[in-house]
């Protein structure tokens, strides 16, 4: 019986420090998927601006046939969309 106790007690242990571990690695793979994925946006953000920029000049440069250039307007952006974008 009082082997019985003394398997029952390492089991249990053994349990609570192999579900701890588990638990433990799974956070820490949800931190690195947050991450992963906060970079993912700053990159698109990064494309999205460098090619509106682009477009933007190849209008400025070469405009369409009948149509006004981009850079007869006054164009305002908002850094707002590219907060967190860097070189």
Known sequence: ???????????????????SVIC???????QQNAATD???LLRVRALAAAESGLELALNRAYAPAGVAACGNHSWTFSLNGLRGVRQ
């Open 38 to 40: 906060a970079t993912g």
């Open 1 to 19: 019986m009082r082997n019985e106790r003394r398997l029952g007690l390492i089991s249990a242990i053994a349990l609570i420090v192999l579900v």
């Open 24 to 30: 433990a690695a799974l956070a820490r793979l949800v």
